[in-house]
């Protein structure tokens, strides 16, 4: 099967990153795994009252301390999944896409015409 246990994904010749293009018309836009320099992101948009209202569960301020924190669990995760899927690979190189307990790439990026990304959003059902 084209692309393996990680099918649909692509992988980011450069870092080895594992990522989902969206299709054409939006293909600069990318799902990544969760990413070290990502702890920054969090704080302005969780403390934002337009959100911080809407929220349950996390602290409030939101420091960087409990970004990573969360980032460090959530990047396990995603860790963990990647590392079971190219497990399958490895064991079962033409067999069917397994199912696993959750989806790697959960930070939504915008490629810029530089190639650099910049993160948008991620895809979290709560922050801690």
């Known amino acids: 099967m084209p692309g393996g246990q990680l099918y649909p994904l692509e992988i980011n010749p450069h ?10 018309l ?4 990318i799902l990544t795994p969760p990413r070290a320099n990502d702890v920054k992101c969090f704080a302005p948009i969780i403390n ?7 929220l349950e569960g996390p602290p409030i ?6 970004a990573e924190e ?7 995760q995603s ?3 990647l ?18 307990g ?4 959960r930070h939504i990026r915008e490629v810029l015409p530089d190639g650099r990304d910049v993160i948008l959003v991620t895809l979290e059902s709560s922050a801690r």
């Open 15 to 24: 870092t080895g990153e594992p990522f989902l293009r969206l299709p054409p």
């Open 70 to 76: 969360w980032l460090a669990q959530i990047t396990k």
């Open 83 to 100: 590392a079971e899927l190219r497990e399958e690979d490895r064991l079962n190189p033409d067999g069917p896409l397994k199912l696993v």
């Open 48 to 54: 934002d009252p337009r959100v911080s209202v809407w």
């Open 102 to 105: 959750g989806c790697p790439v």
């Open 61 to 66: 301020p939101y420091r960087d301390e409990h």
């Open 26 to 29: 939006k293909d600069n836009i």
């Open 79 to 81: 860790e963990d999944i």
